[in-house]
């Protein structure tokens, strides 16, 4: 059973830093791509970020793009996720997936309970 395990969200100021954390157990973390999304009250699940399963091709939304940055550590079965200058609006529940490559949630096949990151201005 694949267990996707997100964690490191929380209260930041505009303008600050988080990085967050999915830990994958129960697969073979290093043949799936993996990917980040978020979902912001009253608005559908959107694509954040995504990482081949190599480490060595990354694609961005727009709106996070030059902001945040996607790795992973496959000897630790982990992908993360580092959010820098955030502002209001990246303010959501940040789920990570695997599976896919590309910014549609079916692409996808497992995913995390989530982590809530708020940005106050």
């Known amino acids: 059973q694949v267990q996707l395990v997100e964690s490191g969200g929380g209260l930041v100021q505009a303008g600050g830093s988080l990085r967050l954390s999915c830990a994958a157990s129960g697969g073979t973390f290093r043949n799936y791509a993996m990917g980040w999304f978020r979902q912001a009250p009253g608005k559908e699940r959107e694509f954040v970020a995504g990482i081949s399963w190599s480490g060595g091709l990354a694609s961005y939304a727009d709106s996070v793009k030059g902001r945040f940055t996607i790795s992973r550590d496959n000897a630790k079965n982990t992908v993360y996720l580092q959010m820098n200058s955030l502002k209001p609006e990246d303010t959501a529940i940040y789920y990570c997936?695997?599976?896919?490559?590309?910014?549609?949630?079916?692409?996808?096949?497992?995913w995390g309970q989530g982590t809530q990151v708020t940005v106050s201005s």
């Open positions: 997936a695997r599976g896919g490559w590309g910014s549609n949630t079916n692409q996808y096949d497992y």
